[in-house]
């Protein structure tokens, strides 16, 4: 197996990848803690998969404490390492794509799972939402977009917990549209659009 392949199944692994979603936003979580935010996964898968990151040094020790005898570490993810990079996502096959989206997918829908099973959910209260929207763009006028989006969360990325805020999850994906290209002179339709209750980022439970 290639270092590209295995730098993209060691990210895209379904519960490592839920691991690295879980530790997003500076969070630093003992195996414990981590297994009660993955109840369907057994402890012992989390620890095995916990273990493999900190070897690939995706996640790192970021304290350890005293408990009954025993060490307990608590963990927390290294950015810088827990992404694929563009030559590792060419050479992935299109049957590797799909898992790794899948395996992203899940992720999101055990979070809004979770979310509504909770109880007293109220979308506009909590600022939940989902929303498709379609828009004409090129490729440049994209990348142009993206940056303007990062420049505008880059400082929300950096609040730091404290009272009164809630830790909340925006997921995008961005994908160009398939079927017959556009005429000309076709004029988008500003209602083009899926509904959903709001078009706000969706929070995390």
Same mark, same amino acid.
């Given at each position: 197996?290639?270092q590209?392949?295995?730098?993209?199944?060691?990210?895209?692994?379904?519960?490592?990848?839920?691991?690295?979603?879980?530790?997003?936003?500076?969070?630093?979580?003992?195996?414990?803690?981590?297994?009660?935010?993955?109840?369907?996964?057994?402890?012992?898968?989390?620890?095995?998969?916990?273990?493999?990151?900190?070897?690939a040094?995706?996640l790192?020790?970021?304290?350890e404490?005293?408990v009954?005898?025993?060490? &307990? $570490?608590?963990? @927390?993810?290294?950015?810088? /390492?827990?992404?694929?990079?563009?030559?590792? #996502?060419? %050479?992935?096959? !299109? +049957?590797?794509?799909?898992?790794?989206?899948?395996?992203?997918?899940?992720?999101?829908?055990?979070?809004?799972?979770?979310?509504?099973?909770?109880?007293?959910?109220?979308?506009?209260?909590?600022?939940?939402?989902?929303?498709?929207?379609?828009?004409?763009?090129?490729?440049?006028?994209?990348?142009?977009?993206?940056?303007?989006?990062?420049?505008?969360?880059?400082?929300?990325? &950096? $609040?730091?917990? @404290?009272?009164?805020?809630? /830790?909340?999850?925006?997921?995008?994906?961005? #994908?160009? %549209?398939?079927? !017959? +290209?556009?005429?000309?002179d076709?004029?988008?339709?500003?209602?083009?659009?899926?509904?959903?209750?709001?078009?706000?980022?969706?929070?995390?439970?």
């Amino acid at each position: 197996m290639s270092q590209q392949t295995s730098t993209a199944d060691l990210l895209l692994h379904p519960v490592r990848l839920r691991i690295l979603q879980t530790l997003l936003g500076g969070r630093e979580l003992t195996t414990a803690q981590l297994q009660q935010h993955l109840p369907d996964v057994s402890a012992a898968t989390v620890y095995r998969q916990v273990a493999t990151l900190v070897e690939a040094g995706v996640l790192e020790v970021a304290g350890e404490r005293r408990v009954r005898g025993a060490v &307990e $570490r608590s963990y @927390a993810l290294l950015p810088a /390492r827990a992404s694929v990079d563009p030559d590792e #996502l060419r %050479a992935m096959s !299109p +049957a590797q794509h799909r898992r790794a989206f899948v395996a992203f997918v899940a992720g999101v829908l055990i979070d809004f799972d979770r979310y509504v099973e909770a109880g007293d959910v109220d979308f506009e209260r909590d600022v939940v939402g989902y929303r498709q929207a379609v828009f004409y763009a090129t490729d440049e006028e994209v990348r142009r977009g993206v940056e303007d989006v990062s420049a505008v969360l880059e400082p929300w990325l &950096e $609040r730091n917990p @404290a009272p009164g805020r809630r /830790r909340r999850v925006l997921t995008t994906v961005l #994908l160009p %549209a398939t079927g !017959p +290209a556009a005429l000309p002179d076709a004029q988008p339709d500003p209602s083009a659009s899926t509904p959903g209750p709001d078009a706000t980022p969706a929070a995390d439970a």
